[in-house]
């Protein structure tokens, strides 16, 4: 009796490997991605907010399942401005993106300044398509000597369960660091999501989106899992990096058939592929 028990759960476990359980292999799946690589302009939430609308207008006629956004989209990066500008997550500023999500039937991704108490942080947060924040990201690396009182340091590292597999997301300098990098293999993304701030001075580019391409590259081979990485495009009018310039070249980048998907240099771009997750 034991021997023919022992014979059938072996069978079973053969037979389950054989025909593709969903309890041995992954189903693979595809998402549609646009990089809504726009501009943005230090203090003009109204205007920002058109601009974002009108990104998700562009990528919701290609029929894209996640639209992701640079960091800061709102107010600016290191704007100081945004002590008393930023609201709260949830907020009015979120409030408004979920109605677009929703709206547009799309999940986004996007950076913007989050006041909570005294304390204001660069965050970033992930929004279903039912119009629902399901992840938010604090920065960690956050360059305190740009900005006067600096913005606080984030805590927590997380990934989200979702329709198209696990997502995470950082923001911009945190993909400089290792350790949040190993960190965050150990959560196992099948995605990440990275709005980024990359600026340098005007005679620096296109030149300095190479440096962006090797940081996305470098991210996606650590992690194992494909990278999201879209960037400003403008300029910096608050601050020590007063007159640096955002350049665009927002990358993608896949290191298991090493794909890269780069944006225009210096110009608006909705840039969508399809990645299989």
């Not at 986004?108 to 304390?119: A, R």
Request: proline share 5%; hydrophobic share 40%.
């Amino acid at each position: 009796m034991k021997k023919h028990f022992l014979l059938s759960i072996i069978s079973f476990f053969i037979s389950s490997i054989m025909i593709g359980s969903p309890l041995t292999i992954k189903q693979k799946k595809e998402v549609k991605i646009a990089m809504a690589q726009i501009l943005c302009i230090d203090g003009d939430r109204t205007g920002n907010f058109v601009r974002i609308e009108n990104a998700l207008i562009d990528a919701s006629k290609q029929e894209v399942d996640i639209v992701v956004f640079p960091e800061s989209a709102i107010l600016g990066w290191q704007n100081p401005d945004a002590h008393q500008l930023a609201d709260p997550i949830p907020g009015n500023d979120s409030r408004r993106l979920c109605e677009l999500a929703k709206k547009y039937e799309v999940f986004i991704c996007i950076g913007l300044d989050e006041k909570d108490g005294d304390q204001l942080y660069d965050s970033a947060i992930l929004i279903d398509d039912t119009g629902h924040i399901i992840l938010k990201h604090r920065k960690f690396n956050v360059l305190p000597e740009l900005m006067t009182p600096p913005y606080s340091i984030g805590e927590d590292l997380n990934v989200v369960e979702t329709k198209f597999g696990t997502i995470g997301m950082l923001i911009c300098a945190d993909s400089f660091m290792n350790n949040l990098l190993d960190s965050m293999k150990m959560k196992a993304p099948d995605l990440m999501l990275i709005p980024y701030g990359w600026a340098a001075p005007e005679k620096d580019w296109p030149e300095h989106g190479k440096e962006l391409e090797k940081v996305v590259k470098n991210a996606s081979k650590v992690i194992d899992c494909p990278v999201v990485g879209t960037d400003l495009i403008g300029r910096i009018s608050k601050g020590p990096w007063t007159g640096l310039v955002y350049g665009g070249q927002s990358v993608a980048y896949d290191h298991r058939d090493d794909t890269t998907i780069i944006g225009k240099d210096r110009d608006r771009d909705i840039v969508v592929f399809t990645l299989e997750l």
